[in-house]
Structures are given as C-alpha cells and as structure tokens.
C-alpha cells in the first residue's frame, strides 16, 4: 500500500504523516508536552458521590437516579461522610458491599 506506515501491525492514516513529520522536527520538550496534552484527553473520568452510611441505600439510589447514563459507566469516587478514609478502591467496595446489602435485605422490600 502506498502512503500507508504500520505500527503496532496496525495502519497508520496518510492525515498524520505531516503532524509526525512535524514532531519529528520539534525538541523533546516540546514533544513531551504534546504527548501530555495528547495523554490528558484519555484520563478516565468518575462519578464522586458523598453519603452516610447510615443512610447508604436511600443516599446512594437518590444520586443514582440524579446522574446521566454515561455516569454510570464511569469509576465510582465514595465518600463515606463523617469518616476519615480515602478512597483508593477500599471505600469504594464497602460501599459496594453495604449497598447490595440494603438491596437485599428484608426491610427495604425489594424481593420477596
């Protein structure tokens, strides 16, 4: 195929020969900055949520049912109001385990 490159076994599109050519001729500084401001756009977005875990099934179903749809595939943020912890995953799946707890259990209905 002429005017195409592989990289990766994948084709590269004949649009970005002129943009590599042109980073090509740029100092590392400058191509390091392009690489981050290119990184920046795929950080993954998330959804914070702030509740009480005394009140995590009425807390949490009120903000589910607040946020779009595209939120819900989104990493969820917890905070656990009126405690200390920082979410770096460990929040995050109690809170998992208190919500399908209260969705489950006999008070709240749900199925009998």
């Known amino acids: 195929m002429a005017g195409v490159a592989i990289a990766s076994g994948a084709p590269i599109a004949s649009w970005w020969f002129g943009q590599l050519e042109h980073l090509q001729s740029l100092s590392f500084s400058l191509k390091y900055a392009w690489l981050v401001t290119e ?8 959804t914070k949520m702030k509740i009480f875990r005394a009140k995590v099934f ?33 929040v995050t799946r109690e809170w998992y385990t208190l919500l399908t707890t209260e969705i489950f259990s006999d008070e709240q209905g749900l199925f009998m």
């Not at 990184?39 to 998330?46: D, I």
């Open 39 to 46: 990184l920046s756009g795929l950080t993954e977005k998330h």
């Open 58 to 90: 009425q807390e949490s179903i009120h903000v589910l049912m607040l946020i779009s749809p595209d939120q819900l595939c989104t990493k969820t943020k917890i905070t656990l109001l009126g405690e200390s912890a920082i979410d770096a995953g460990g």
